[in-house]
């Protein structure tokens, strides 16, 4: 029993596992998925700071290339005009910290009005202290644009005497060219923005998160980074090879190829999504046309570390270990019990079974010692023929050698005749007590054509007086079956018997009762068909149940007891009403192996 019910109970623990594992498999899709959608958030709240930002900063940019002194200026450069001009940037500068300088850049690329933050104390830069920007990159490329076109320079890093200023000032220019009365160029107007305002604003949206935030230029340097370390490495040349690019080359490429995405790197998460901050704008009813806003864009990005998607699934992955840890021993202990019980309980059917042989067997050997009393009147008939021809043979030899010239030859046969009739009885009486003999269940290879002789010759009487005809009809060549010679006689005596009782009621040109042998594949089937009124439809359901009977004085157990016969034998006795009336009873037996 343990040979089989400890790799049944391991089984059903390793099946027990598979609804945990599925579980734990959705729930971490689960959490991958809700963790995507919280890093896209992050993305999307700061993509809108940033394209806020630099609005506002092209908002203050349109406001003071409109002023009144703005205009004087460029219509001839007035007496008093610079300082009104400064006086005024002055004012807007104090207003609003968040810009490191205003400035005007005559077409000549010498300053003409430049005011400077200073951290938050702005003042006016003096005559001597103006500077020539002709060589700066942002003043040539705003110098090409069109009437009312914008520039946006690259968020790059404050230079002080050609080196990087310390610590670390990060701005955004934006730039817009001046023309004067007649379309000529007068120069441009800047208003250069503190990035570091920016940056803290990013960066804020990913503070209480387990990820990063960063921010990258078109070419894959970090402007708010992982590490201090890694940021500006375009501005350092011991940084020049600090990109994501060199980082990692294939996430790097998917950003370049895809506005959005998530990637699988060595580190994490990363979640990206790619802003243009001039595209942000273009759709304010007062915007002025952008110089390609599409071309200027940033990437922002998030990245979660793998660790911390982990330690979302821990406390999961140690839940369903410990309902697991208690389900599985149950479930094996379980089926060691069960296995016992169901051991124990086909024990007491294979007793049930044996019992219920056994009880079919009193039944059949009591339907027997009951059929003889209605064979007596037929045996009687049998035996007497026989005894007769033995009486009449015993006087004639005796009256032939009290002659004393009686024919000794004669003699000889009639003793020969008195022999045969003498077996005749022994064989009558010798079939009578093998069909009330009470006795286990035998099955032994058996001609079912013998069988069914011998029933039909010890019913032929019955049949006879009844003016029933009794026909046979056995093919040759059947091959024996495997079953009890006296059980299946007595089912077929059964069957047989109720057909000429049935057949009794009718004309007695329509009394006919054929019993029948066939070959379907690998059993013989045998059939008993009448030309009596048939079963009640009403009955046919029923008609194999104990005590179920259509004979006022029967007892309702010969069918019951043949179908207990039968299906001992591994087969099923049927039912079927005949075409032309009447019933046809059949049922069939295994051929015995040859």
């Known amino acids: 029993m343990l040979s089989v019910a400890v790799p049944l109970g391991l089984a059903l623990c390793l099946l027990l596992a598979l609804p945990f594992l599925l579980h734990y498999h959705l729930e971490e899709t689960r959490a991958r998925q809700h963790a995507l959608d919280s890093e896209n958030r992050v993305l999307e709240l ?3 700071a940033a394209v806020q930002e630099v609005a506002s900063v092209l908002s203050d940019l349109r406001f003071l290339h409109e002023q009144n002194e703005m205009r004087d200026l460029l219509r001839g450069d ?13 004012t807007f500068v104090s207003q609003k910290p968040r810009y490191e300088q205003a400035a005007v850049i ?5 300053e003409v009005v430049r005011v400077d933050g200073n951290d938050g104390r702005p003042t006016v830069a003096g005559a001597p202290a103006l500077q020539w920007k002709g060589d700066c990159a942002h003043f040539q490329e705003t110098m090409r644009l069109g009437r009312g076109e914008v520039h946006l320079s690259p968020l790059d890093l404050i230079l002080q005497g050609g080196a ?3 610590p670390l000032k990060p701005v955004l220019r934006a730039s817009v060219a001046l023309f004067g009365a007649g379309g000529e160029r007068r120069g441009v107007l ?35 980074g992982p590490d201090p370390a890694l940021e500006w490495g375009f501005a350092f040349p011991e940084r ?16 370049r190829a895809e506005v959005a995405g998530t990637v699988d790197t060595a580190d994490g998460l990363l979640t990206f999504r790619r802003v243009y901050p001039l595209a942000g704008d273009a759709s304010a009813s007062d915007a002025p046309a952008m110089a390609s806003p599409h071309r200027y864009s940033w990437t922002l990005a998030t990245l979660l570390p793998h660790a911390a998607l982990s330690k979302r699934m821990a406390g999961l992955a140690g839940t369903l270990l410990a309902v697991y840890g208690v389900t599985a021993p149950l479930l094996f202990g379980g089926t060691l019990w069960l296995t016992y019980r169901s051991a124990r309980g086909r024990a007491r059917l294979r007793e049930a079974q044996r019992r219920e042989r056994e009880r079919m067997l009193e039944l059949a050997h009591a339907n027997r010692l009951a059929s003889v009393g209605e064979m007596a009147t037929q045996m009687a008939h049998q035996v007497n023929q026989p005894l007769t021809a033995i009486v009449t043979y ?5 009256r032939s050698l009290q002659s004393g010239a009686g024919d000794l030859s004669r003699v000889r046969e009639w003793v020969d005749a008195i022999g045969e009739e003498a077996q005749r009885v022994s064989a009558i009486v010798r079939g009578l007590r093998e069909f009330v003999r009470r006795g286990k269940m035998a099955p032994v290879p058996l001609d079912l054509g013998e069988v069914v002789a011998g029933v039909v010759g010890a019913l032929r009487p019955d049949a006879d007086r009844r003016r029933v005809k ?15 010679r006296v059980l299946v006689a007595q089912a077929l005596l059964n069957l047989v018997r109720n057909a000429i009782e049935a057949v009794s009621v009718e004309p007695s040109e329509r009394r006919r009762v054929v019993v029948s042998l066939a070959l379907e594949g690998d059993r013989v089937v045998v059939s008993v068909a009448d030309t009596g009124p048939g079963v009640d439809p009403g009955l046919a359901g029923r008609l194999f149940e104990s005590f179920v009977t259509t004979k006022p004085e029967g007892l309702g157990m010969g069918l019951s007891i043949t179908r207990s016969i039968v299906e001992a034998h591994g087969g099923q006795l049927r039912y079927d009403p005949a075409p032309s009336g009447g019933a046809v009873f059949s049922f069939s037996l295994r051929r015995s192996a040859p």
């Open 46 to 48: 700061a993509q809108q």
């Open 78 to 90: 007035a007496p008093g005009a610079r300082e009104r001009l400064a006086a005024e940037y002055l």
């Open 106 to 110: 005559g077409a000549d690329g010498g």
């Open 164 to 166: 990087v200023q310390m």
């Open 190 to 224: 800047t208003l250069s923005y503190h990035g570091r305002r920016l940056l803290t604003r990013l960066r804020a949206y990913a503070q209480g998160g387990a990820s990063q935030l960063w921010l990258l230029n078109e070419q894959g340097y970090w402007l708010a």
């Open 240 to 255: 020049s090879d600090r990109t994501l690019a060199a980082r990692e080359p294939e996430a790097w490429e998917r950003i």
């Open 394 to 398: 015993c006087a004639a030899a005796q």
């Open 470 to 484: 009794l026909g046979v009809e056995t093919p040759a060549g059947l091959p024996a079956v495997l079953a009890d």
